[in-house]
């Protein structure tokens, strides 16, 4: 899991399923290199609603920067 917050970007080892990550708003992140017995849950607070969501890199990145 790579989390980037348009400063600093850290990457994440999920090895275990007693491990967990929470992502905070306007963070961007990337999840890849699932094993064939990986389980990705989320939880959220809102029913999804694809219209929240920034799918471009660039654009989070300005939205980060309007929002600081």
């Not at 708003?25 to 959220?44: E, H, I, N, R, S």
Request: glycine fraction near 6%; hydrophobic fraction near 40%; include cysteine.
């Amino acid at each position: 899991m790579v989390c980037d917050d348009g400063n600093q970007r850290q990457e994440f080892l999920l090895e275990s399923p007693e491990l967990g990550l929470y992502l905070p708003p306007m963070v961007w992140g990337v999840q890849y290199k699932f094993t064939g017995d990986a389980v990705l849950l989320v939880l959220a607070s809102h029913k999804y609603d694809p219209a929240d969501y920034i799918r471009d890199y660039a654009q989070f990145l300005e939205a980060r920067r309007r929002s600081t």
